[in-house]
Every structure is written in structure tokens, then in C-alpha cells.
């Protein structure tokens, strides 16, 4: 019976394995979209009022960046998505708060 038993769990194992393997599925959308991302504007902004400078200390200013994307006729397009990620001596610095339009 301890046999039969290990069998069984070898052959689960065996037929799990491949189900748990890394994902080599290509993306649904390729390089064959021409797109083009604009930066809209760039304002430093403290308690919701637009200040002249950015300064990285201080922890109420934040930077409201707006981009547009736009296919190759010039128009926006939309449900794409765009990340970002900021690095500081190869670490991750800053975060980023999405607000899609």
C-alpha cells in the first residue's frame, strides 16, 4: 500500500510540474504599435497650488505629470499601459500615484 501510495504522489508531482514552470507567453501587444508618448505638462504642486521648483527633500511637493499617447495619426489613444519607475544610485526612489484620465 506505501508503494502504491508514493506512485500516486510521483505521478501528481510529475503532471504539477510543468503546470508551475516560469511563463514564456509573449504579450498580446507587440512592438508593431507606433506609438508616440508626449509630456503635457510638468508642474511642481504643495497643497494643491503650483509652485515654481521641485525640491527633493520635502515631502508635501510632488510633481503632477501629465502625458499624452497617441497612435500614428495623432490620435490619443487609450486603455494602454504606461509605467514608470524612478532610480536613485540603482535603487528605487519616489513613487508614483496613477490617476488615468
Known amino acids: 500500500m506505501k508503494i502504491l501510495w508514493k506512485s ?3 505521478i501528481i508531482i510529475v503532471a504539477l510540474l510543468p503546470q ?3 511563463d ?3 504579450p498580446e501587444d507587440t512592438a508593431d504599435d507606433n506609438y508616440t508618448l508626449s509630456l503635457v505638462f ?3 504642486v ?5 509652485v515654481g521648483e521641485d525640491v527633493v527633500d520635502q515631502p ?3 510633481t503632477h505629470l501629465q502625458f499624452k499617447l497617441q497612435d500614428e495619426t495623432s490620435k490619443p489613444v487609450s486603455g494602454k499601459l504606461i509605467s514608470f519607475s524612478a532610480k536613485r544610485l540603482s535603487s528605487s526612489y519616489g513613487s508614483f500615484d496613477i490617476n488615468s484620465i
Open 60 to 62: 508635501n511637493i510632488k
Open 24 to 26: 514564456d507567453r509573449e
Open 8 to 10: 500516486i504522489n510521483v
Open 42 to 44: 510638468a508642474n511642481p
Open 20 to 22: 508551475l514552470s516560469c
Open 46 to 50: 504643495f497643497n494643491s497650488v503650483i
